[in-house]
């Protein structure tokens, strides 16, 4: 029984393996690889005093005539948006970065080549209300 159990194990192991199938775990995606909805845009929000991530800062993004998207930074104070579309225009849209007890310096935008669908980085930099 126990022979059974090793020579099951060893066969989806080994089918695992054979497979042509990409097995992915979590978000493997480069974000400069996903161009289905247009261009992808991609960031982090940070403290400029330390530097440090800013979790739970809201970024809202919005293509010209279009309504708002909004969506959290995570723990890590990293955002991610697959795209708006593929004829929207990545340099017509607005992105605004807010966090309570915060007051935004700068928003930063990166395209990372120059072609149409190539992805946007955006730095969010905001400091401590005083």
Known sequence: MRRLSALIVAAACASLMLSPAELLAGDSESEMDDHENGAPFF???????SLRPLAAVRVKVTAQGGWPIFINTNDEGRFKLRGLGKTINPDTVEVACA???YRTLEVMRRRMSRREDAAVEIECLLEPEK
């Open 43 to 49: 960031g982090e929000a940070k403290d400029v005093s």
């Open 99 to 101: 966090k309570q007890g």
